[in-house]
């Protein structure tokens, strides 16, 4: 499932295994972030390898930083899963928040362009 709207996009391609979000995500708390929560949980069902691109999304809020974070828990405890977070440098939110991500899931593997 893809969400397609007028500020941001999650796209998932599953023969990569590949996660697209662009734009920016300022959803107002947890409960409007459980759609991208499900589409991140629906491309893990199957994968032993995932990435997660957000090069092009510009801001996310804290709680969509905790969707990420939540996520990655979900990751780590699977124990099967090889997981790649591909941001940008020029991104401020990316630099800091990405590495926090790592933290929680020291395997994590992080790409910068």
């Known amino acids: ?3 397609n709207t007028e ?3 999650i796209l998932h391609d599953a023969t990569s295994n590949t996660i697209v979000i662009k734009g920016f995500l300022r959803l ?3 409960e409007e972030y459980k759609p991208i929560m499900d589409v991140l949980l629906g491309a893990l069902e199957n994968a032993r390898n ?3 691109n957000v090069r092009d999304l510009e801001f996310l809020n804290s709680s969509g930083i905790s969707t ?3 996520f990655v828990v979900r990751v780590r405890e699977r124990k099967d899963v090889h997981l790649t977070l591909q941001g940008s440098e020029a991104v ?3 630099t800091k928040s990405l590495k926090n991500l790592q933290r929680l ?3 994590l593997t992080l790409e910068y362009i």
């Open 7 to 9: 500020e941001y996009s």
């Open 68 to 70: 990420l974070s939540m």
């Open 105 to 107: 899931m020291p395997s």
């Open 92 to 94: 401020l939110w990316q």
């Open 28 to 30: 107002d708390g947890m």
């Open 50 to 52: 995932l990435t997660i």
């Open 1 to 3: 499932m893809d969400i």
